[in-house]
């Protein structure tokens, strides 16, 4: 059954059907508001650089600075956002799936003097 909300800013929010189509819903939506947020920022930092040389305020430079570092951590937010979602998509498959365990551990059953007489053997061969 397909139901669909309506939150506060009267947006239609389709029902989630499963989580994987949630997660990559999600993923979506947070990726087209980020390239958003970037485009934006770029457009406001070209104009902010033009009206600081325009200006040649030491504040307004500041202001162009401090939006460039802010379009880079919104660069760097995306490639979190893309490691955050491959951790719950992976999450999510290998919760269908049975988990194979394997043991390498090799144990020695026997004395130390069987063990020493091991090793000197192989020392013996190793010569």
Do not use: C
């Not at 059954?1 to 009267?10: F, H, I, K, Q, T």
């Amino acid at each position: 059954m397909e139901v669909s909300v309506l939150d506060d800013r009267n947006v239609v929010v389709p029902a989630p059907q499963s989580s994987d189509e949630t997660i990559e819903t999600d993923s979506n939506f947070v990726r087209s508001n980020m390239y958003s947020m970037i485009q934006q920022g770029q457009d406001a930092l070209l104009y902010a650089i033009e009206l600081a040389k325009q200006s040649d305020s030491p504040r307004a430079f500041e202001v162009v600075g401090t939006l460039m570092k802010n379009i880079a951590d919104i660069n760097m937010q995306m490639l979190d956002a893309h490691e955050k979602k491959k951790k719950l998509t992976s999450s999510t498959s290998e919760d269908k799936s049975p988990q194979k365990i394997v043991n390498n551990s090799i144990i020695f059953q026997g004395s130390t003097k069987d063990l020493n007489k091991i090793l000197s053997d192989m020392k013996k061969e190793n010569e």
